[in-house]
């Protein structure tokens, strides 16, 4: 297998030759460090929001939107579908590299993650990176900071200077667009962290409605999570049959119903503090080849009228 960084820095290199056209930004930290703005102090936009969902999934996922309606409101819609969800999903976009100290707070993903492959997901997958460079998505309100930065480098054993971090708050277009293309990363995280064998999940798509942009990072992180855990529908095909299949929607946790914003406040905005069950898409099918076809779960559009202000 290819390296999943040595892809994705192909779509970097793309970006950062398209970055007026694109709307976004790129500078150099103190470091050497190269930090790729789409959405901080630009404004970037919904094709800076694909590009960067496609180099969230280092290349192995087609990404792009399509128009729908929510409560009889038309609403851009995002769609992912990819062939290799162990390595596009699991070992890339999964949004799960907490970064926090030196008075700094965010979320990183991408293949930087399989440079470091500090994650169980990876001895399951069966897959570690080795590359020079390391490319790492991060969802914060602000920028990374150089010794951010640093950390991460360290961590993914590299120079900062082989660095490029790709960076937007949740409230931008470019933000909001990224977790739409999440729907198919939860499913795929519920069902392995259920017990399932990654190598046993062929397929996915799946699309969930892009939320509008917020005017807080506090209440974009409750739309966007919103559009995925009421709006969100995912179709797996897989190769073996699960007595657990049932558990993988949004309705089947306790806290169905509720807005993620109200969910949010109940921890005081510690996201760690929440069951990892919580996120999940709303309406999935299950196509396991051979055998039986699981529909399971549903939208709800009024929850999401209300969460977008319809």
Do not use: K
Request: negative net charge; proline residues 5%.
């Amino acid at each position: 297998m290819e390296s999943l960084n040595r892809m994705a820095l192909e779509l970097v290199e793309e970006a950062i030759d398209f970055t007026d056209e694109l709307g976004i930004e790129v500078r150099e930290l103190d470091n050497e460090a190269t930090l790729l703005d789409f959405g901080h102090r630009v404004p970037g936009g919904i094709e800076a929001g694909l590009l960067l969902a496609e180099i969230q999934t280092a290349g192995l996922a087609t990404v792009q939107t399509r128009m729908d309606t929510v409560a009889d409101a038309p609403l851009p819609h995002v769609e992912l579908t990819t062939d290799r969800p162990a390595l596009a999903l699991l070992c890339a976009q999964t949004a799960d590299w907490e970064l926090s100290g030196h008075e700094y707070e965010g979320l990183g993903s991408g293949p930087a993650r399989a440079l470091a492959a500090e994650a169980e997901i990876f001895s399951r997958v069966g897959y570690a990176d080795e590359f020079d460079f390391g490319v790492l998505a991060v969802e914060s309100d602000d920028p990374p900071t150089p010794a951010i930065a640093a950390e991460i480098a360290e961590r993914a054993g590299i120079e900062p200077s082989s660095l490029f971090l790709a960076t937007t708050p949740t409230a931008s277009l470019a933000g909001s667009l990224t977790v739409a293309a999440r729907a198919a990363e939860l499913a795929t995280v519920r069902l392995t962290d259920l017990g399932y064998d990654p190598l046993d999940i062929r397929s996915v798509s799946a699309s969930a409605p892009l939320a509008p942009v917020s005017e807080s990072e506090a209440s974009a992180m409750g739309r966007t999570n919103d559009a995925l855990a009421y709006g969100g529908q995912v179709h797996l095909t897989v190769t073996e049959e699960f007595d657990r299949f049932d558990e993988l929607p949004s309705t089947a946790t306790d806290e169905y119903g509720t807005p993620f914003e109200s969910i949010f406040e109940g921890v005081d905005w510690s996201v760690a503090d929440l069951p990892a069950e919580l996120f999940a898409p709303a309406q999935l099918t299950v196509d396991v080849v051979g055998g039986s076809t699981h529909v399971l779960g549903g939208t709800n559009d009024e929850l999401l009228a209300d969460s977008f202000d319809l």
